[in-house]
Structure formats: structure tokens, C-alpha cells
């Protein structure tokens, strides 16, 4: 066992019996650098990434090169979702030189943690013009020895160039009609009509830049924005990378046609797929829509929800297949054979037929991947369900993939929102509870007396890593979404509390920019910030939107003011990269909206006319509209106070850019006046 025993990360508990004398990402890592006069190798990744394993596998578990690199470097490792700070700082320095980047992420540093070497996946031999991961060691060994004054030079050098690399702040005001337009047309231009979704392969699914499109649609009446959400999400529903059996969602699709997935399944990606796929319902009434996000709801519930009530971060893609070799995908592929064992021939030719099960195979070695391709013909529905829930109980016989039980803040948030608005549409108050379960977890364990966020936890321990803008900006969304389902204020008071961390620690005062590190942070070699929404919405953005959200709860005023200045990196980027700030496009519509703030006012939360108008007030379309209910008393929220009941009945209120509709009690009224 190396010193990675000690650590509660599933990614780094995998390399604790590696005989590399691993390091933590800490000082003393460094400090031993520094004192062997050796550099420092840093390997980046996480526990569901399949190169990672593959180069653990090759490379890391092999006794020769763990004694060169025992003998030659100080070895650290990092899980890039328990230090998203570290990663990005040399993912930058990866992709500044060498154009592309990803995990494993392979650096060498001085002891003074500057980077002067790059790249990501090594192999154990030569191939295809890469260099083996051992002849890179001994190129670095022979540059550190005998080259060290050009080592120092190319460091200090990268470390300058990040430097300069500041973010151009744009403009100072926020993005208007025309550069959402703009921001359109790009993405009408970068559209696949045929398949749905943006650029080639591979593709990634685009939750946040079909919120913008379902919100551009709902503010314009813009019939192309909503088709290209509705075709998307169609297309990805029907692929390969939605699991036709369990639900939920693939982190991303290797072809252009959705068919083959890279297995792993992320809560992040199903989180904010769920709640795109319950806003399409919202504005289409589509059928396919709506079970998709309760299946996507329940997936997570069932396969990802922790023992203390909090969500994992993912599932591998990888598992064993039955022969103790682990193999991408195993767990999820069919071939005609395995249907026929499972449902004898006659169902399984109908299964064939209706999940484009093949005798070629979609996949690799005569295995398919379960879609539901367009077809003629009309399938028994009552049939088809037996077929799949008899297909879902043999697979659960299966060696099913591992799980990182580590509970990441920021995506807790997102799937706290997710399950919110989920459970709220669709009667479906489990989920609802489910939310609120994972909420009271993050105030439990991840918040300390000030208030300070951690980023992460395991098994209910806190991790020791200080969560970054992502996770006060991720959880502070999900608390606001809960404020507005349950009616329970002390959600939004811990939004709050989140978002002056925020506005304190995180914003430049004198431009109104972010980091996504706060100000007495550790420092690394430069200060992360980055606006560009990728996998996630980006600290930035996600921050911009709970902060506008906050203050038209509220009516404050410096959460409104840092909010418009945090878009005008959207004003500048929306036009020119749309499909890379999706999140910040979706909050520069409700920010032009208003947004519209309600108040649902009634003799009791339970009662029935109450309850009816609060729930059109969560199915209102209009871009980012925020919603408080309570009674005429209640002081749980700011948007409630001085609202009478109008004629004795449960009554609401709409306000929009400082001006207050007349108050009704008619539900059809509410609904036209919330309809974008």
C-alpha cells in the first residue's frame, strides 16, 4: 500500500495498491521534490475515465517502471473532480501546448509545481508516432540531469504565457436581442439536421444549449430553436446512448448517429438532462419528453443515490463480462443469442426488431447497443414492456460497473434542481423528497459554521478539498429550485448565504469577473477562471444564474448587479462560441425577460386553489421565472410580503422589471401572463 491508502476518493483509493510510491496532491509532496532535488510527475484523472485504468493498468501496476519512477520522480496523483482547480490550471498548460488535451493527464513540474512537459495517455510500447510512457520518463530524467537551465527557461516561460492568458472581460453590459440572435444562427449553422444535436463525432450530449434554445423559443416564439431542442432530444433518446432499459444517460455518443456510447454515466450529464428533458415537456406536452426525464429521475434515485441520502458520481464504463476481464460496455450490449436465452425466440425477434438488435452487431464482436431506431409498424405496448422489464432483470444478474461513491457538491446541486422541478411537474413527490433528502446531506456535512463549502465527501466523511465557484454556484441553484417547489424559505436563506460567499471571495471587485478558486484559496500557479460552459455549466455562468434567480427573489440589488456584469463574457462569447456557454446564453434570457417573479398567496400550502396556482406558476415557459408561495403571514419569503388574498382566495402575483401585473385568483390568467 502507498500513501493513497489514506485517502477517501474511489480514484485514488484504485491506485493505493500500485507499487508507485504515489503522493497526494499536498506540500510535502513538493517538499520532498525539492529536497531529492527530483521532479515531479503529475497524473491526472478520475475513476470512471477508461484510459485512465487502461494506463493504470499497463503502466502503473508494472514493477519496472514503478521502480524508475520511484527511483527518478516524486509521483503525485489527482482526482480531477475532487481538485477541478488543479486540473484546470494544467489542462490549460496541456492545451496551450499541444492543442488538445483530456484524461489521463500526464505533467511533469519542478518542485516549484511548474509544468515544462505535457500529454495524456502514454502507451507501454510505441505506437501509432506516440512515444512509450517509459521512453518519456527517460527523456525527462535526461532533461532534468543534464538540461536543467532549458528546463527552468521552459517553465518559468509556460508559467508566464498562463499568465498573460487573462480573460478579455468584453463589455460591461449584458447580451441583447442581437447577440442572442447571433448566438442562434451560430448554432443553426454548427446544426445536424439529420441526427440531431451539434459538430460531428464525438458527440456530447448539449443539455445547456437546449435549455437556451427551449428558453430563446419561449421569449421570441422562435419555431427553429424549438425544433432543433425537440430533434436533439429525440434523436439522443432514441440512440445508443440512452440506456433503452434503465435510463438515464451516457456521457457521450462515439459516432455522430448516437448509436455507441462511451459507456461511463455521470450524475452531472443525467442531472441536467433530466431537467432539459422536463422543460421540453413543459413547453411541447411531448410524451417522449416526459418519460425520459422521470426515467432519467429514477435511474438516478436507484443506481446513484448514496446511503447517506447524497448522489455518487458515477458508474464505469467498464465491467467484468463474465470471463474476469473487464471490458468497456459489457454490462449494457446484447447480442440475438443472449436475447433468445433471456426471452425465448419469438420475443426476441420482436426485441431484435424494435432495439435494432443486429447479427452484425452495433458495437464490437457481433454485440449491439440497445436503441429504438425510426421503423414502419406498430409494436404491442404491453408486450414491449414485458420484454424490457424480463431484459433489465437478466442484466441486473450481470457483474454490474463500479460506482465512485464520492458525493460532489456542485453536482448534488444540479441533481437537487433536477429532481425538484421533476417531482413538482409530474406528481411525483419521492423525487421531490429525494431532493430534499441530498440538500439537508450538503447542509449536514458539506457546509461549516461560516457557511464554507466542501467540495466533496464519501461514506459521510467530509473531504478535506474546498469546494470552487462551481459548487457555491451549482448548490446555490439546486437550493433555489427547492425554495420554489417546496415553499420552504430556508432554502433560499442557504442560497443566500452561498451567494454572498460568492460575491466576497470569488468576484473581482473592480471588474466583476470570476475565479472559480476564491481569493484565500490555495494558491497554485495561476488563479483559474474560465467562463466556457463544457461538460457543466462553468462556475461563471452558473454563478450568474443563481445570483439573478436570488435577487428577483429578493430584490437585492448587488446580487442583480454582479449577475449582469458576470454576462457580459456572454455579450462577447455568445456570438462567436455558442455551443461553449449553452448556461450563460439560457440565463442571458431570463436576465432579458426580466425575469418574471410570482407569488403564490393562499389560506394554507395544501389547499387545493392554492396548490393548483402553484403549480402553473412552475410550469410557466418564461425564461427563468422564479416563484415563492406561502400564505398571507408567512415571512419566508420577500416576494410574499404585503400580498393579500384577493376576495378570500388564493391569489397571485406577477412582477416583471420593477412592474406588477393586477393580482388574479384565475389560473388560465396566471398562464397566459407566464407564457413567454
Request: with cysteine; hydrophobic share 40%.
Amino acid at each position: 500500500m502507498n500513501r493513497l491508502a489514506h485517502e477517501t476518493s474511489p480514484y485514488l483509493l484504485q491506485h493505493a495498491d500500485n507499487p508507485v510510491d504515489w503522493w497526494p496532491w499536498s506540500t510535502e509532496a513538493f517538499d520532498e521534490a525539492r529536497k531529492t532535488n527530483r521532479p515531479v510527475l503529475l497524473s491526472v484523472g478520475y475513476s470512471s475515465c477508461h484510459w485512465c485504468h487502461v494506463m493504470a493498468h499497463e503502466s502503473f501496476e508494472d514493477r519496472a517502471t514503478a521502480d524508475f519512477l520511484n527511483e527518478h520522480f516524486v509521483s503525485v496523483k489527482v482526482d480531477r473532480e475532487e481538485r477541478p482547480d488543479v486540473d484546470a490550471v494544467y489542462m490549460e498548460a496541456v492545451q496551450a501546448a499541444t492543442g488538445q488535451g483530456g484524461w489521463p493527464m500526464t505533467v511533469f513540474l519542478t518542485p516549484d509545481a511548474e509544468p515544462f512537459y505535457f500529454g495524456t495517455y502514454f502507451p507501454p510500447a510505441p505506437r501509432s508516432g506516440m512515444p512509450s510512457f517509459r521512453q518519456v520518463l527517460e527523456g525527462v530524467r535526461s532533461a532534468w540531469t543534464d538540461r536543467r537551465d532549458e528546463v527552468a527557461e521552459v517553465a518559468g516561460k509556460i508559467v508566464r504565457d498562463l499568465a498573460g492568458r487573462e480573460i478579455s472581460y468584453g463589455d460591461t453590459q449584458t447580451p441583447g436581442e442581437e447577440e442572442l440572435a447571433r448566438a442562434l444562427l451560430g448554432l443553426t449553422r454548427e446544426y445536424d439536421p439529420q441526427r440531431g444535436g451539434f459538430g460531428g463525432a464525438p458527440k456530447f450530449p448539449p443539455s445547456m444549449v437546449v435549455e437556451f434554445l427551449l428558453r430563446h423559443h419561449a421569449r421570441t416564439g422562435a419555431e427553429g430553436a424549438l425544433q432543433m431542442a425537440h430533434d436533439t432530444c429525440e434523436r439522443m433518446a432514441r440512440g445508443g446512448i440512452y440506456d433503452q432499459l434503465g435510463g438515464g444517460f451516457a456521457r457521450y455518443s462515439v459516432d455522430r448517429e448516437w448509436v455507441v456510447p462511451h459507456f461511463e454515466k455521470m450524475l452531472y450529464d443525467n442531472a441536467l438532462l433530466c431537467r432539459v428533458y422536463a422543460h421540453l415537456w413543459r413547453s411541447t406536452g411531448s410524451e417522449l419528453a416526459r418519460r425520459v426525464a422521470l426515467e432519467t429521475a429514477d435511474f438516478m434515485v436507484r443506481e446513484l443515490r448514496t446511503d447517506e441520502g447524497g448522489f455518487a458520481s458515477a458508474l464505469d464504463a467498464d465491467s467484468d463480462d463474465g470471463s474476469g476481464k473487464h471490458v468497456e460496455g459489457a454490462y449494457y450490449v446484447w447480442t440475438p443469442q443472449q436475447l433468445t436465452e433471456v426471452l425465448g425466440s419469438e420475443d426476441a425477434e420482436l426485441a431484435a426488431q424494435y432495439f435494432g438488435v443486429t447479427e452484425e452487431g452495433t458495437f464490437e464482436h457481433g454485440q449491439s447497443v440497445l436503441q429504438l431506431p425510426q421503423q414502419e409498424g406498430v409494436f404491442d405496448a404491453v408486450k414491449v414492456e414485458s420484454v424490457k422489464g424480463r431484459l433489465l432483470e437478466a442484466r441486473s444478474g450481470r457483474p454490474a460497473p463500479g460506482r465512485d461513491d464520492k458525493v460532489v457538491a456542485a453536482w448534488n446541486g444540479l441533481a437537487i434542481a433536477a429532481l425538484a422541478e421533476t417531482g413538482a411537474y409530474f406528481d411525483r413527490p419521492d423525487l421531490v423528497e429525494a431532493a430534499v433528502t441530498a440538500a439537508d446531506l450538503l447542509v449536514r456535512l458539506h457546509l461549516d459554521e461560516q457557511v464554507r463549502l466542501a467540495r466533496t465527501s464519501k461514506d459521510g466523511q467530509v473531504g478535506a478539498n474546498a469546494g470552487v465557484l462551481e459548487d457555491y454556484a451549482d448548490v446555490a441553484e439546486g437550493f433555489l429550485a427547492l425554495a420554489s417547489v417546496t415553499g420552504e424559505g430556508v432554502w433560499l436563506e442557504f442560497a443566500g448565504f452561498l451567494l454572498d460567499h460568492v460575491l466576497a471571495r470569488f468576484v473581482d471587485p473592480e471588474t466583476g469577473t470570476l475565479y472559480d478558486t476564491a481569493a484565500d484559496a490555495e494558491q497554485l500557479i495561476r488563479r483559474p477562471q474560465d467562463p466556457t460552459d463544457n461538460a457543466t455549466p462553468s462556475g461563471w455562468t452558473a454563478a450568474a444564474g443563481a445570483l439573478l434567480s436570488y435577487a428577483a427573489q429578493t430584490g437585492a440589488e448587488p446580487h442583480r448587479t454582479a449577475a449582469e456584469r458576470a454576462l457580459g463574457v456572454v455579450k462577447a462569447l455568445g456570438p462567436r462560441v455558442p455551443r461553449f456557454i449553452g448556461w450563460g446564453l439560457a440565463v442571458a434570457e431570463a436576465q432579458l425577460d426580466g425575469p418574471r417573479e410570482v407569488a403564490i398567496v393562499g389560506p394554507a400550502l395544501d389547499d387545493e386553489g392554492t396548490k393548483a396556482l402553484h403549480r402553473t406558476a412552475l410550469l410557466a415557459t418564461a425564461p427563468g421565472t422564479v416563484v415563492a408561495v406561502g400564505t398571507a403571514e408567512s415571512d419566508e419569503f420577500p416576494l410574499l410580503a404585503d400580498r393579500p388574498l384577493v376576495g378570500g382566495e388564493p391569489t397571485a402575483y406577477v412582477c416583471r422589471n420593477f412592474t406588477c401585473d393586477a393580482p388574479t385568483t384565475d389560473r388560465e390568467r396566471l398562464r397566459t401572463a407566464l407564457s413567454g
